[in-house]
């Protein structure tokens, strides 16, 4: 039996990890977990499976959750709460399931801890992944992959030498735009925007998907989970997102890791590592019905957010943390109607240029670029 902890319950992967969960209750139980705003479902999984522990957003949302649930679960909040339940004694695997930087931290007290960490933040790695990839070194502590990418690199990896790697490639689906060129832009919705062709997410990571955002946050997330230099991992467009990424060896062999696009499996590997269990809700692939696969080369001026990522992972220091601040700001200013979707790279770009990068940053250094780089791009939001 493995005892899990999860941050972000009630998002699109935390609710993924409670179905697999359900899948294997001889495998798997949930010890505590965190949620933010989502009280009404948030009260339905602390019933159903029965946590020593909860945390959500505020104080006032943790005042109702006392009167509605068994007094026995103990309720935190805010951010000592997230720190709470990724420390949970009871838990042998944190998943971390928030969306932005707030997960960095939890997941540091985690690895203190010794807990492996199913991680599917990216935020985390982005803004500190020298910190955090040196501390679970220290701890030997595992860090395993949820995202489909990574996770499928993760796999490819498995019995081979990492000295014998080439290079890694990253597929993406193209988005929610891939047809449209930068012309046909102007004026996109964000329904139109969340109306994702192939994958069912958050709409924080959806809005990355159109932009490309999100795959030049994986490419940063590779270059620290793998140890990989910049020049030596590529993305392509996949439209089908069957082929979920590839290793190519230094003889030339390329191994990829192929599957239906479903979360679950990504998140139940990461559960049940070193072992594979049966998926019972999964769709099998079928490349008979498929027939045909197609690739194409990622063009960097179509997606600007991608050509800034792999430049701010090459200067390292704190411009990443730069990149994920300004993008986030941007993405929750345009998932409000407060900007135009082209504004968001506009205001990254805006922020990245205005900032001078400090090499090897503390945790302290990290959190004021953070919260500086929110601020500066807040004032140019009217």
């Given at each position: 039996?493995?005892?899990?902890?999860?941050?972000?319950?009630?998002?699109?992967?935390?609710?993924?990890?409670?179905?697999?969960?359900?899948a294997?209750?001889?495998?798997?139980?949930?010890?505590?977990?965190?949620?933010?705003?989502?009280?009404?479902l948030?009260?339905?999984?602390?019933?159903?499976?029965?946590?020593?522990?909860?945390?959500?957003?505020?104080?006032?949302?943790?005042?109702?959750?006392?009167?509605?649930?068994?007094?026995?679960?103990?309720?935190?909040?805010?951010?000592?709460?997230?720190?709470?339940?990724?420390?949970?004694?009871?838990?042998?695997?944190?998943?971390?399931?928030?969306?932005?930087?707030v997960?960095?931290?939890?997941?540091?007290?985690?690895?203190?801890?010794?807990?492996?960490?199913?991680?599917?933040?990216?935020?985390?790695?982005?803004?500190?992944?020298?910190?955090?990839?040196?501390?679970?070194?220290?701890?030997?502590?595992?860090?395993?992959?949820?995202?489909?990418?990574?996770s499928?690199?993760?796999?490819?990896?498995?019995?081979?030498?990492?000295?014998?790697?080439?290079?890694?490639?990253?597929?993406?689906?193209?988005?929610?735009?891939?047809?449209?060129?930068?012309?046909?832009?102007?004026?996109v919705?964000?329904?139109e925007?969340?109306?994702?062709?192939?994958?069912?997410?958050?709409?924080?990571?959806?809005?990355?998907?159109?932009?490309?955002?999100?795959?030049?946050?994986?490419?940063?997330?590779a270059?620290?989970?793998?140890d990989?230099?910049?020049?030596?991992?590529?993305?392509?467009?996949?439209?089908?997102?069957?082929?979920?990424?590839?290793?190519?060896?230094?003889?030339?062999?390329?191994?990829?890791?192929?599957?239906?696009?479903?979360?679950?499996?990504?998140?139940?590997?990461?559960?049940?590592?070193?072992?594979?269990?049966?998926?019972?809700?999964?769709?099998?692939?079928?490349?008979?019905?498929?027939?045909?696969?197609?690739?194409?080369?990622?063009?960097?001026?179509?997606?600007?957010?991608?050509?800034?990522?792999?430049?701010?992972?090459?200067?390292g220091?704190?411009?990443?943390?730069?990149?994920?601040?300004?993008?986030?700001?941007?993405?929750?200013?345009?998932?409000?109607g407060?900007?135009?979707?082209?504004?968001?790279?506009?205001?990254?770009?805006?922020?990245?240029?205005?900032?001078?990068?400090?090499?090897?940053?503390?945790?302290?250094?990290?959190?004021?670029?953070?919260?500086?780089?929110?601020?500066?791009?807040?004032?140019?939001?009217?």
């Amino acid at each position: 039996m493995k005892y899990i902890s999860i941050l972000g319950a009630t998002g699109s992967i935390g609710t993924q990890t409670f179905e697999v969960v359900r899948a294997h209750p001889e495998q798997f139980k949930i010890t505590s977990f965190s949620f933010g705003m989502n009280i009404k479902l948030g009260v339905e999984l602390i019933k159903e499976f029965q946590p020593d522990h909860v945390s959500v957003a505020t104080k006032e949302l943790a005042e109702e959750l006392k009167r509605t649930i068994n007094p026995t679960c103990l309720v935190y909040y805010g951010e000592e709460g997230l720190l709470e339940i990724a420390t949970d004694p009871a838990s042998d695997i944190l998943v971390n399931a928030v969306m932005g930087s707030v997960g960095l931290e939890p997941t540091l007290a985690a690895i203190e801890e010794g807990k492996t960490i199913a991680i599917a933040n990216k935020e985390t790695l982005v803004t500190a992944g020298h910190i955090v990839m040196d501390r679970a070194r220290k701890k030997n502590v595992d860090i395993l992959p949820v995202d489909s990418e990574h996770s499928a690199i993760y796999q490819c990896l498995k019995g081979e030498e990492k000295r014998e790697m080439s290079r890694l490639i990253l597929t993406a689906s193209g988005g929610s735009f891939r047809d449209r060129s930068r012309a046909d832009l102007q004026g996109v919705t964000v329904e139109e925007a969340l109306n994702h062709p192939n994958w069912a997410m958050g709409s924080k990571i959806t809005i990355d998907s159109a932009t490309m955002m999100n795959k030049g946050l994986e490419v940063i997330e590779a270059h620290w989970l793998f140890d990989t230099k910049y020049e030596d991992i590529e993305v392509v467009l996949h439209r089908e997102s069957v082929i979920h990424s590839m290793v190519e060896f230094i003889d030339g062999s390329v191994i990829a890791h192929l599957g239906t696009p479903d979360m679950k499996v990504p998140i139940q590997y990461a559960l049940s590592h070193p072992s594979r269990l049966e998926l019972p809700s999964g769709k099998r692939l079928n490349l008979v019905d498929i027939g045909t696969l197609h690739f194409e080369k990622m063009d960097f001026e179509r997606f600007p957010c991608l050509k800034f990522a792999f430049a701010a992972g090459k200067a390292g220091g704190t411009t990443p943390t730069v990149l994920n601040a300004s993008n986030e700001t941007a993405v929750e200013a345009f998932l409000k109607g407060r900007i135009e979707f082209l504004e968001i790279e506009t205001l990254i770009d805006k922020a990245l240029n205005q900032h001078e990068s400090i090499k090897e940053p503390s945790l302290e250094e990290i959190r004021e670029v953070d919260n500086s780089s929110r601020r500066f791009v807040q004032s140019l939001i009217v």
